[in-house]
Antibody
Framework: QVQLAQSGAEVKKPGASVKVSCKAS????????MHWVRQAPEQGLEWMGW????????KYSQNFQDRITITRDTSASTAYLDLNSLRSEDTAVYYC????????????WGQGTLVTVSS | EVVLTQSPATLSLSPGERATLSCRAS??????LAWYQQKPGQAPRLLIY???NRATGIPARFSGGGSGTDFTLTISSLESEDFAIYYC?????????FGGGTKVEIK
């Protein structure tokens, strides 16, 4: 069965960077797109960007354009989210979510990774 | 970007009652709309895609309808496990966007 296992919680200081991983299993990693979606405490869902796990193409929300990088390691079936210049407003749970292609819905989700930004 | 407005913000109902949730888009999204369920401490789960199609394993008491700018999610008879927050999401226009959510709580 499809599983997306994310890395553990992180605590970062303002201005730092964070890297969150998402290891996929149960399907052919390179055949799908991986998205990153975040959720601030008690807030709604915000789409951040995607990566085509096959060819490495990426697209990012303009809200994060200058601070985000999504990469993948096909040999490890893992996608990564890098977010830099962290501020307190970036405190959130970060989810990876798989879709069939870049415009499809989010069929499967990781368990989420809490990133706390605090001085 | 397309703004999705969900109403009501909170719906207080008893088990066995019918729940009707609304999602309105700021511009037409055709039928390119999904509904997700999220329980506390869990990731969202896809319930409905393309406005009216149930995702794999979703019980028949969940149904979706609508097109253009107005959509509904109906839960025909609430079970205890259905009390959760529900989000709509559109994929018709980039970037994909979510509504603010409707919390279905036990009355």
């Amino acid at each position: 069965q499809v599983q997306l296992a994310q890395s553990g919680a992180e605590v970062k200081k303002p201005g730092a960077s964070v890297k969150v991983s998402c290891k996929a299993s149960g399907y052919t990693f390179s055949g799908y797109v991986m998205h990153w979606v975040r959720q601030a405490p008690e807030q709604g869902l915000e789409w951040m960007g995607w990566i085509n796990a096959g060819n490495g193409d990426t697209k990012y929300s303009q809200n994060f354009q200058d601070r985000i990088t999504i990469t993948r390691d096909t040999s490890a079936s893992t996608a990564y989210l890098d977010l830099n210049s962290l501020r307190s407003e970036d405190t959130a749970v970060y989810y990876c979510a798989r879709s069939y292609d870049s415009k499809s819905y989010f069929e499967f989700w990781g368990q989420g990774t809490l990133v706390t930004v605090s001085s | 970007e397309v703004v999705l407005t969900q109403s009501p913000a909170t719906l207080s109902l008893s088990p066995g009652e019918r729940a009707t949730l609304s999602c309105r888009a700021s511009q037409s999204v055709g039928t390119s709309l999904a509904w997700y369920q999220q329980k506390p401490g869990q990731a969202p789960r896809l319930l409905i895609y393309d406005a009216s199609n149930r995702a794999t394993g979703i019980p028949a008491r969940f149904s979706g309808g609508g097109s253009g700018t107005d959509f509904t999610l109906t839960i025909s008879s609430l079970e205890s496990e259905d009390f959760a927050i529900y989000y709509c999401q559109q994929r018709a226009n980039w970037p994909p966007t979510f509504g603010g959510g409707t919390k279905v709580e036990i009355k």
